[in-house]
């Protein structure tokens, strides 16, 4: 069997690294398969560790390279090896049409590759996570190999040929001479090593890692960092910077082609990447036997489970993390594959015999790239002389931008709010695309923007009416995670920041203001300031609004207590109640009546010269989670135009809600006792911009006596009514309750 290899590139990277292995592990079978490589294009006479190894595995009659990617007609020459050397198998280590932009193969060669009558089957092979066949791919092979179960049970998941599944395989190399492996390489005997591996770029995040040990400098000196990679001149806007101000503990060493000695004598694998597809640094430390802090990305598909410790939240937990990881004395048994090779030999084998896929030639090269991420994209690639007349439509009918553009060109809409975006093409009168969103099954990617627990309350429950109404896979990223990801199951949340792949669609929720100080109209629809706090999330997600409450972990039986909570403390004077003796009578009578009144709020006593009332409970449980469980035990709840009201709104809790900065419909009104006085100055909140850095805001009254008269103006007595309708409401309930089991 003779089997040829074409690889985009051989520069340094996952992709040369498994085809070395390939090669590697078939030259067991000499007498059964003969392997020759083809390098489609040589990007440069540096960082080619792999390309090195592999030719000396190669002789000259084996190994072939075509150029630069300049020298478009020599690649035509791959047709003429295929052919000389009768082929039987072409396998491609990268999907034929992913090839990169500027690397692309023409469209005559693809048809070439790909006519009806050649003599040899063609093999694929993905090694990223950004590739859409639906969109990009337009021949068949008669099968793919892939290198993870990501592309196995999603990316390609409905693609027709033959599929193969073919991990880097896992192989013990535990050595006992981890201290004569320090010696050779300088490192310190005695110290804890921690180790990152990769191409400096804002993907691999090395950036991330230098951060962790900034934060540990002080505290564990007796832990060293260190960074291998190439740092590619065409990426020194990521690396340089961090370049400039490296803590001591760290050390880079640069591109090396020894990793596989500072595996032996590191301790632990930190690689804090947030784009990748199968990475190879991860198997090989397996392989070592390492400690790994990594991120258990979802393309991952579960690979690396009983191997990683998963990263988590930010550079100071994440620090916690690796010291907990290093002081952690478990081990994971290495379960080596001895098969890869056999198996591959197998697997081409079996191609051999399939029967060739026939592919209709195409004439016309176009790609249409259309996707939905914070902005509407589109574009064309390919080759025409024609002009190309572009039209979007907001809807059916109301077209939002037309022009006539060349191929190879693009096109970004400023709208980024959810519109039913309609988009066509026409070649000469003819329509040649004509797509309509549509994100059943598609991966779409919602992140708030604000870390308010009151915008986070209000806004979550509309991402779950979202998924349902378009069928979506939803990715949702919000600053508080661990209150939704098991009462929302069918949604996957991860953390702000993190990169998010292979996703059609993303829409942010938040308030965006443009330069001129009113609401940005690119990513609104309307002023949030005139609509209900939870009408911003059903505007941006193009969804009817109704209120809708969160779901949380409630307590199954809530035994309720004679209990009341109390949301006393806010984030502007402006959004207190200033009535300074209204509080204390409030409580007062609260305690005639025998409740317990219970202050949820964290800031303290005094905060911002804000003081309790007396006969007041301070709640001291902990996180929001034990704040719910207590909170749920409550009868109703007091509080302002803020996050602990929203709390415990989404408690099933009565909310009596006391604000005069904010109109009466600003917030929620299913079980809620709204206070306000209308007959003074009010609701500044929905009509000036709030400044934040002003403790004091007041916009129209600041300094004077009237300063906070929306709240100074609201009663105890008026507070005080909603209270006794809530208590009265429930008597006359329990006594229905009472009557009825009677």
């Given at each position: 069997m003779k089997l040829l290899y074409l690889t985009p590139h051989l520069s340094t990277g996952g992709q040369p690294q498994f085809v070395l292995k390939r090669i590697q592990e078939l030259q067991k079978y000499k007498d059964q398969i003969e392997i020759f490589l083809v390098e489609y294009s040589q990007f440069s006479d540096t960082y080619v560790v792999q390309r090195d190894k592999i030719i000396d595995l190669l002789d000259n009659n084996h190994?072939?390279?075509?150029?630069?990617?300049?020298?478009?007609?020599?690649?035509?020459?791959?047709?003429?090896?295929i052919k000389n050397n009768n082929i039987d198998i072409v396998h491609s280590e990268e999907i034929l049409e992913g090839f990169e932009s500027f690397n692309r193969i023409p469209l005559p060669l693809l048809n070439q590759l790909y006519s009806n009558d050649?003599?040899?089957?063609?093999?694929?092979?993905?090694?990223?996570?950004?590739?859409?066949?639906?969109?990009?791919?337009?021949?068949?092979?008669?099968?793919?190999?892939?290198?993870?179960?990501?592309?196995?049970?999603?990316?390609?998941?409905?693609?027709?040929?033959?599929?193969?599944?073919?991990?880097?395989?896992?192989?013990?190399?535990?050595?006992?001479?981890?201290?004569?492996?320090?010696?050779?390489?300088?490192?310190?005997?005695?110290?804890t090593h921690v180790l990152n591996v990769g191409l400096w770029t804002s993907g691999k995040n090395q950036g991330e890692g230098v951060e962790v040990a900034r934060e540990l400098i002080e505290s564990n000196p007796?832990?060293?960092?260190?960074?291998?990679?190439?740092?590619?001149?065409?990426?020194?806007?990521?690396?340089?910077?961090?370049?400039?101000?490296?803590?001591?503990?760290?050390?880079?060493?640069?591109?090396?082609?020894?990793?596989?000695?500072?595996?032996?004598?590191?301790?632990?694998?930190?690689?804090?990447?947030?784009?990748?597809?199968?990475?190879?640094?991860?198997?090989?430390?397996?392989n070592y036997g390492m400690k790994i802090l990594a991120r258990n990305l979802p393309q991952y598909v579960g690979m690396f489970n009983e191997y990683i410790t998963p990263i988590e939240g930010d550079v100071k937990n994440i620090s916690k993390q690796l010291v907990g990881l290093i002081e952690n004395?478990?081990?994971?048994?290495?379960?080596?594959?001895?098969?890869?090779?056999?198996?591959?030999?197998?697997?081409?084998?079996?191609?051999?015999?399939?029967?060739?896929?026939?592919?209709?030639?195409?004439?016309?090269?176009?790609?249409?790239?259309?996707?939905?991420?914070?902005?509407?994209?589109?574009?064309?690639?390919?080759?025409?002389?024609?002009?190309?007349?572009?039209?979007c439509y907001a809807g059916n009918n109301n077209i939002i931008y037309q022009n006539e553009l060349p191929i190879n060109s693009w096109i970004k809409l400023n709208k980024r709010y959810f519109t039913n975006w309609r988009t066509t093409v026409e070649?000469?009168?003819?329509?040649?695309?004509?797509?309509?969103?549509?994100?059943?099954?598609?991966?779409?990617?919602?992140?708030?923007?604000?870390?308010?627990?009151?915008?986070?309350?209000?806004?979550?429950?509309?991402?779950?009416?979202?998924?349902?109404?378009?069928?979506?896979?939803?990715?949702?990223?919000?600053?508080?995670?661990?209150?939704?990801?098991?009462?929302?199951p069918e949604i996957e949340f991860v953390e702000p920041g993190e990169l998010v792949p292979n996703i059609h669609?993303?829409?942010?929720?938040?308030?965006?203001?443009?330069?001129?100080?009113?609401?940005?109209?690119?990513?609104?629809?309307?002023?949030?300031?005139?609509?209900?706090?939870?009408?911003?999330?059903?505007?941006?997600?193009?969804?009817?609004?109704?209120?809708?409450?969160?779901?949380?972990?409630?307590?199954?039986?809530?035994?309720?207590?004679?209990?009341?909570?109390?949301?006393?403390?806010?984030?502007?004077?402006?959004?207190?109640?200033?009535?300074?003796d209204a509080w204390q009578s409030v409580i007062d009578h609260l305690n005639n009546l025998g409740y317990e009144c219970m202050i949820y709020s964290k800031e303290g006593d005094g905060y911002m010269n804000n003081h309790?009332?007396?006969?007041?409970?301070?709640?001291?449980?902990?996180?929001?989670?034990?704040?719910?469980?207590?909170?749920?035990?409550?009868?109703f709840f007091i509080g302002l135009g803020s996050g602990l009201s929203w709390l415990a709104w989404a408690c099933k809790l009565p909310v009596v809600l006391i604000s005069g900065f904010s109109e009466k419909w600003a917030e929620t009104t299913l079980d809620t006792y709204r206070v306000i006085n209308e007959s003074v100055c009010h609701g500044c909140f929905n009509s000036d911009r709030l400044d934040a850095g002003d403790w004091n805001w007041c916009p129209l009254h600041k300094n004077t006596d009237r300063m906070f008269e929306c709240s100074k103006q609201i009663s105890s007595d008026m507070v005080i009514k909603e209270i006794n309708k809530i208590i009265n409401k429930e008597v006359i309930e329990e006594k229905i309750d009472d009557n009825y089991l009677k």
């Open positions: 190994f072939f390279t075509l150029g630069g990617t300049d020298e478009v007609d020599r690649k035509y020459e791959l047709i003429d090896i050649r003599t040899w089957k063609m093999v694929e092979t993905c090694h990223n996570v950004w590739f859409n066949p639906q969109t990009h791919k337009k021949f068949n092979p008669e099968s793919y190999c892939f290198v993870t179960p990501y592309h196995l049970k999603e990316t390609f998941l409905n693609e027709t040929p033959v599929k193969f599944l073919s991990l880097y395989p896992i192989e013990n190399k535990v050595t006992e001479n981890k201290i004569k492996v320090r010696e050779d390489l300088g490192l310190d005997l005695f110290k007796d832990i060293e960092f260190h960074f291998i990679g190439n740092q590619a001149p065409n990426f020194e806007d990521y690396w340089g910077p961090i370049m400039k101000d490296l803590p001591s503990n760290v050390k880079v060493w640069g591109e090396r082609n020894d990793v596989d000695k500072f595996m032996q004598a590191c301790d632990v694998l930190m690689f804090n990447s947030t784009w990748e597809c199968n990475p190879l640094v991860v198997r090989e430390s397996i004395k478990d081990v994971y048994k290495i379960l080596p594959d001895d098969t890869f090779g056999e198996d591959l030999l197998n697997f081409y084998k079996a191609v051999t015999i399939l029967n060739t896929t026939q592919n209709k030639p195409l004439t016309k090269d176009y790609i249409f790239i259309r996707h939905y991420v914070d902005q509407p994209y589109f574009e064309i690639q390919g080759t025409t002389e024609n002009k190309l007349n572009i039209k070649e000469n009168g003819e329509i040649i695309y004509d797509e309509t969103l549509n994100l059943k099954d598609k991966r779409v990617y919602i992140s708030f923007e604000s870390k308010s627990l009151g915008d986070t309350m209000s806004w979550i429950p509309y991402c779950e009416v979202f998924r349902k109404k378009h069928g979506c896979q939803l990715i949702v990223s919000t600053f508080l995670n661990i209150l939704f990801k098991d009462q929302y669609a993303q829409y942010r929720l938040g308030w965006f203001y443009s330069e001129d100080g009113k609401f940005d109209t690119n990513k609104h629809p309307y002023d949030f300031k005139k609509i209900p706090l939870q009408k911003t999330a059903t505007d941006i997600l193009g969804l009817d609004y109704e209120e809708v409450r969160p779901l949380l972990k409630l307590p199954n039986t809530p035994k309720k207590k004679k209990k009341v909570g109390i949301g006393f403390h806010s984030t502007a004077q402006s959004k207190y109640w200033n009535n300074p309790y009332p007396k006969g007041v409970t301070i709640f001291k449980g902990g996180n929001l989670q034990k704040v719910i469980n207590d909170l749920s035990s409550c009868e």
